[in-house]
């Protein structure tokens, strides 16, 4: 029986749309030669920071980022804000709560994503950023704060995420239920590999309280 429920951030709950935008305005690059860019990297499993140094090699993401905020204070950024939840976050996670399971939002995210994520008052019981713990998917240490904080044994959590190699694979090798969502351009390409076979394929959040804690 499954009594918690730990999602991912990036394209689980946060549309990124908005993010890469932005970075290719940043960068002077067109949106669509950017995007393009970015599923090829999700097709070729290569890092998402290396598309950074396909258009301009040498490239420091960190270093950008400090100037950027130098420059735009008070632009989102490389950040996001309730404008960029998925439409159908808050009616999932706040029907999984109602029906008695714990709700926790975990996923590889610096910092300031832990208050971005807070001001949204979302239904969840808790949440927590790679930043604050030291330490990110796909590593198994990961998941073993996940278990912590979800405060049940593996097999009855369930981790919900956008790609088999940081969130199905480990999820699963860690003893805990997968799920992976169909959207953004790691999940559309992962769930059409046989690895997702180790999965429950959902295409919108809204599925998941009558999978996990049917009345």
């Not at 860019?37 to 890092?47: H, M, V």
């Not at 926790?104 to 808790?126: C, E, S, T």
């Not at 073993?144 to 995420?161: D, L």
């Not at 799920?179 to 998941?208: C, K, M, N, Y």
Request: charged share 25%; glycine share 8%.
């Amino acid at each position: 029986m499954i009594k918690a429920v730990v999602f991912d951030v990036g394209e689980t709950l946060i549309d990124e749309t908005r993010i890469w935008t932005r970075w290719a305005q940043r960068l002077g690059v067109p949106v669509f030669t950017f995007l393009g860019a970015l599923g090829g990297a999700a097709a070729l499993d290569r890092p998402h920071r290396d598309i950074f140094e396909m258009f301009e090699p040498g490239f420091d993401v960190d270093d950008a980022v400090s100037r950027w905020a130098v420059d735009d204070p008070d632009g989102l950024r490389e950040n996001f804000d309730a404008e960029d939840l998925y439409p159908d976050v808050r009616a999932a996670l706040g029907e999984l709560r109602g029906r008695g399971l714990r709700v926790v939002i975990a996923g590889n995210q610096p910092p300031q994503a832990r208050d971005a994520l807070a001001r949204m008052d979302l239904p969840a019981d808790a949440i927590f950023t790679s930043a604050e713990w030291g330490v990110e998917k796909p590593e198994p240490a990961f998941f073993t704060k996940v278990a912590e904080v979800a405060r049940a044994a593996p097999a009855a959590i369930c981790y919900v995420g956008d790609r088999l190699d940081n969130d199905v694979l480990p999820a699963a090798h860690a003893g805990m239920m997968p799920v992976l969502i169909r959207r953004g351009p790691w999940g559309f390409l992962h769930a059409t590999r046989p690895q997702a076979d180790r999965a429950t394929v959902i295409d919108s959040l809204t599925e998941l309280p009558d999978l996990l804690a049917p009345r």
